[in-house]
């Protein structure tokens, strides 16, 4: 068999998945950051004014409140309290019309968790699309979804409809949730053994771009503004208009069509396109065996998949990977960044190009990671940066400490520098996950199950990172207030016991085909299961291997 080549198609098909999907998917991650503060005063002068105020009042009474805290602050230490009730006095400004702070609280947690919310919907129907129209036309067929979401997402403003923005955030999570089951597969599916986890890396580093790219796009000089923020979510068509034109002329999943599809023609076609050469008896052979096995077995439902004692330890796998990506407290260092950036002493204006920083950080390192999938592997790549990711938590629990005034007043004098040191430690944490628990639990989820179940276990496994992702976002506001700086040592816990559990029970799945990975763990073995097990009589069922 020649060796296998990276080809001009397999580079497109890549590029054209990733950013009508992944990248889409994170860019929406990131969108909401950077305007929260414009849209929500958004939200109070819609229903201000839907209540029968005066925006303009509310206008001209800020900034008198403004000129007067600015002319306290050069004779004070206080800002003048009675005379910013005056303001609104004067103004004539109808107060008990604005929203409290609860109520904008609440309006913006709904926008932002409807994403996730109805994600982990479209993450359970992942499975039904995938094997229903295919990876490739799954792909085209839920950019239709998107279209809708830029739509509604572009118009709030103009219509003065706070609840526009959400249901635009509601169909963008059903898309995210569809195509960060689909893309990944895809990228599975499609690529050379050799290659695999590099390709599969795509996915990720295309997330982190989306978030990168939409932090820099919410900047005040570019859509940032009053005016412009709506076409921050419009922009969601852009990707997915490229996604719409450019995937019919991408190759459908040589896997999917003789496994799923029982077309062998139409499979060797795809894969002689795909890998530029007329030599793929050897990958076709496998995908034989392969589909031999899967004989008269239907496409697996989640009772299926859950009931199965022979997928019992790769699913557990598939979950508690995904559930550790999600409660490694990476959404809560970002979260948490601006508060560090402050004790830091960096100025209020330059905190968004910051945060911009790290998401470069984060991109730089996940496009490290794309050679080193191939070179290191997926354990240890799992097991070294979770590593490092559990000792900076530990670092920036003790620093956040030693920042307290009131337990350390003898270090007063050096909060500053214990700042830069945790802002230090937040971007080692990053590039821990940057490198292992970012990309590759999609890749190994994708690479541990045959092809029968692939797309049900792809779709309850990111159904549970949605779901960790949930919990996550409706409990930290608590543990943080409960917890504060000790907030950390409970994800250093939860990476702790993950890499026990991986060190045990993940095998490392570079360079094998789906069969050697699920023969090396189908009987709860990630190491040494492959010396007991013929894992090369590939054509033997799984029934009768002993």
Same mark, same amino acid.
């Given at each position: ?79 003048? +309290? ?16 604005? +929203? ?6 609440? +309006? ?23 094997? *229903? ?115 019919? *002329? ?69 979950? +508690? ?226």
């Amino acid at each position: 068999m020649e060796e296998q080549r990276t080809t001009g198609i397999l580079l497109f098909s890549v590029f054209v998945a990733v950013i009508g999907n992944s990248f889409l998917y994170g860019y929406n991650i990131g969108v909401v950051n950077t305007p929260a503060l414009i849209i929500q005063t958004f939200y109070n002068k819609t229903y201000y004014e839907r209540a029968g105020g005066n925006w303009t009042d509310v206008q001209q009474a800020e900034a008198c409140n403004e000129n007067n805290s600015n002319s306290s602050n050069t004779t004070t230490t206080a800002p003048n +309290l009675s005379n910013v009730s005056n303001c609104y006095e004067k103004f004539g400004v109808q107060t008990e019309l604005l +929203l409290n702070k609860w109520q904008l609280e609440i +309006l913006w947690s709904v926008t932002v968790a409807l994403f996730v919310f109805f994600g982990m919907i479209g993450a359970f129907s992942s499975a039904k699309v995938a094997d *229903f129209f295919g990876r490739k036309k799954g792909m085209i067929v839920i950019t239709f979804i998107m279209f809708v979401a830029a739509v509604l997402g572009g118009i709030p403003l103009a219509a003065k409809s706070p609840e526009l923005l959400m249901l635009s955030r509601v169909f963008v999570g059903i898309h995210s949730g569809l195509n960060i089951s689909l893309c990944p597969m895809y990228l599975a599916e499609i690529s050379p053994r050799k290659i695999r986890g590099a390709i599969g890396t795509c996915h990720q580093l295309a997330i982190t771009i989306g978030i990168l790219f939409s932090q820099i796009l919410g900047l005040k000089e570019l859509l940032g503004t009053e005016s412009l923020w709506p076409l921050l979510f419009a922009f969601n068509a852009l990707p997915s208009l490229l996604c719409l034109v450019a995937m019919p *002329f991408c190759p459908e999943s040589p896997r999917y069509l003789l496994i799923k599809k029982n077309l062998e023609e139409e499979a060797r076609k795809e894969l002689i396109r795909i890998r530029g050469t007329h030599d793929v008896d050897e990958e076709m052979e496998e995908m034989r065996a392969e589909s031999k096995k899967s004989a008269g077995v239907t496409n697996y439902t989640i009772k299926q998949l859950v009931t199965s004692p022979n997928l019992r330890l790769p699913l557990i796998i598939a979950c +508690l990977i995904q559930v550790t990506q999600q409660w490694s407290g990476i959404n809560a260092v970002m979260s948490y960044s601006t508060f560090i950036f402050q004790q830091a002493q960096v100025a209020k204006h330059a905190i968004p190009y910051v945060v911009v920083g790290t998401g470069v950080i984060n991109v730089v390192a996940t496009v490290i990671a794309v050679p080193l999938m191939e070179k290191a592997g997926r354990r240890p790549l799992l097991i070294w940066p979770m590593g490092v990711m559990t000792g900076s938590f530990i670092l920036l629990t003790i620093f956040l400490n030693l920042m307290d005034p009131e337990k350390h007043p003898d270090l007063v004098s050096s909060q500053q520098s214990f700042a830069y040191v945790c802002i230090i430690v937040a971007h080692t944490y990053i590039i821990g996950f940057a490198l292992g628990l970012g990309p590759i639990p999609f890749i190994v989820v994708s690479e541990i199950f045959r092809q029968e179940p692939r797309a049900a276990a792809m779709s309850l496994s990111l159904a549970f990172n949605w779901i960790c992702n949930f919990i996550l976002m409706l409990i930290f506001p608590f543990m943080k207030d409960g917890l504060q700086e000790y907030t950390y040592i409970v994800f250093s816990i939860i990476l702790a016991a993950a890499i026990v559990f991986i060190f045990f029970f993940v095998p490392e799945t570079k360079n094998k085909t789906f069969d050697e990975i699920a023969n090396s763990i189908a009987f709860g073995r990630a190491r040494g299961a492959e010396k007991k097990y013929a894992v090369d009589q590939e054509s033997i069922p799984m029934t009768e291997k002993s």
